[in-house]
């Protein structure tokens, strides 16, 4: 059965960071892509940014709103995505949704809250 | 990156059908065969229900079909049921960031 569980979510002020993790099992982590998606309340999906596999160099990319804040990362010998987010503004609050990259975004984990508030 | 533009709601009885489009740009939508179809209910993750316009997933009923004409793509259901009504989501490979990019999403309402 695939699983992906989010974790490292919670309050963190305006400027600072925080790094979110994204553990996976049941399928072939390293030779997955795996993408970051975000949905603010009551908001719609945004997609935040992507780390392909070894295969395709770990080559990474991002939306314009989160890219030189944001890193992706991978450990593939901990079947495990990274989320890295430095200076993290209000705009930046949302559920942070780790997706599978198959044949579209074919599993999702269950997300983790990120608040920004002072 | 601008969101892909849905309408914000639709609605329908049920059996009957309803179309949900997604408009995006020949950067995105019209330039490639990547579109996806996600459903969400409250709370929970999105659902794959639609891939590469046209695919329905395994365990994904057949009243969910996908098409594409130029820079438009659309998700159909037909025989609509209560339990369809959730938010519904396109996605597409945009050219702009190399990744990927949403609509703003349709909430559906069975009457």
């Known amino acids: 059965e695939v699983q992906l569980v989010e974790s490292g979510g919670g309050l963190v002020q305006p400027g600072g960071s925080l790094k979110l993790s994204c553990a996976a099992s049941g399928f072939t982590f390293s030779g997955s892509d795996m993408h970051w998606v975000r949905q603010a309340s009551g908001k719609g999906l945004e997609w935040v940014g992507r780390i392909r596999s070894k295969a395709k160099s770990y080559a990474t990319a991002y939306a314009a709103s989160v890219k030189g804040r944001f890193t992706i990362s991978r450990d593939d010998s901990k079947n495990t995505a990274y989320l890295q987010m430095n200076s993290l503004k209000t705009d930046d609050t949302a559920v942070y949704y780790c997706t599978k990259a198959g044949l579209g975004f074919d599993y999702w984990g269950q997300g983790t809250l990120v608040t920004v508030s002072s | ?111």
């Open chain 2, 1 to 111: 990156q601008s969101a892909l533009t849905q309408p914000a709601s639709v609605s329908g009885s049920p059996g009957q059908s309803i179309t949900i489009s997604c408009t995006g740009t020949s950067s995105d939508v019209g330039g490639y065969n990547y579109v996806s179809w996600y459903q969400q209910d409250p709370g929970k993750a999105p659902k794959l229900m639609i891939y590469e316009v046209t695919h329905r997933p395994s365990g994904v009923p057949d009243r969910f079909s996908g098409s594409k004409s130029g820079n438009t793509a659309s998700l159909t259901i037909s025989g609509l049921q209560a339990e369809d009504e959730a938010d519904y989501y396109c996605s597409s490979y945009t050219t702009s960031t190399r990744g990927v990019v949403f609509g703003g999403g349709t909430k559906l309402t069975v009457l």
